[in-house]
Antibody, heavy 117, light 112 residues
Framework: QVKLLQSGAALVKPGDSVKMSCKASGYTFTDYIIHWVKQSHGKSLEWIGYINPYSGGTNYNEKFKSKATLTVDKSSSTAYMEFSRLTSEDSAIYYC??????????WGQGVMVTVSS | DVVLTQTPSTLSATIGQSVSISCRSSQSLLDSAGNTYLYWYLQRPGQSPQLLIYLVSNLGSGVPNRFSGSGSGTDFTLKISGVEAEDLGVYYCMQATHAPLTFGSGTKLEIK
């Protein structure tokens, strides 16, 4: 069955970067675009951007353009998101999600990132 | 950016009660090709969001038919006909017609 398995929680210092992963299984990785979504504690969802695993093409929310970098490794069916120059505002849960004809049909379990000195 | 306003922010229901959630958009979500990219998701406590409704009124795979979606243009509604205990959580609408993709602020459903 389709699964998106994300990397574990991260505790990082202000100003540092964090790179998280989203490993896909149960389908052909290059057939579906992967999106990334941020959920700050107790708040709603914010779209960060997406990557096309087939072409490597990306599209970012302007708000996150200088903050997030999306990449993929087709050989391991894994999508990555690197978040740079972290501040306390970046403490959140980050989800990857596959988009099909029906929208975001499968989601990863989320990665909790805590930014603290 | 398109703002999606959900009402109410909190909803309290008894088992078997029917409830509705409204999602109002700051712009029409009908695109030039005649498509309306409006979706509904449920996030149960401690879980990732899951798809309920796609393209306004289509039921996601495995979603019970007590859930239904309707609306057009800027006004959309999610209805639950006969709430069950497993329906508790936060409901979000999402639009993908206009960039950037945006989500509503959420409606928390509590079971009395």
């Amino acid at each position: 069955q389709v699964k998106l398995l994300q990397s574990g929680a991260a505790l990082v210092k202000p100003g540092d970067s964090v790179k998280m992963s989203c490993k896909a299984s149960g389908y052909t990785f290059t057939d579906y675009i992967i999106h990334w979504v941020k959920q700050s504690h107790g708040k709603s969802l914010e779209w960060i951007g997406y990557i096309n695993p087939y072409s490597g093409g990306t599209n970012y929310n302007e708000k996150f353009k200088s903050k997030a970098t999306l990449t993929v490794d087709k050989s391991s069916s894994t999508a990555y998101m690197e978040f740079s120059r972290l501040t306390s505002e970046d403490s959140a849960i980050y989800y990857c999600a596959r988009v099909g004809i029906k929208g975001f049909d499968y989601w990863g379990q989320g990665v909790m990132v805590t930014v603290s000195s | 950016d398109v703002v999606l306003t959900q009402t109410p922010s909190t909803l309290s229901a008894t088992i078997g009660q029917s409830v509705s959630i409204s999602c109002r958009s700051s712009q029409s979500l009908l695109d030039s090709a005649g498509n309306t990219y409006l979706y509904w998701y449920l996030q149960r406590p401690g879980q990732s969001p899951q798809l309920l409704i796609y393209l306004v009124s289509n039921l996601g795979s495995g979603v019970p038919n007590r859930f239904s979606g309707s609306g057009s243009g800027t006004d959309f509604t999610l209805k639950i006909s006969g709430v069950e205990a497993e329906d508790l959580g936060v409901y979000y609408c999402m639009q993908a017609t206009h960039a950037p993709l945006t989500f509503g602020s959420g409606t928390k459903l509590e079971i009395k």
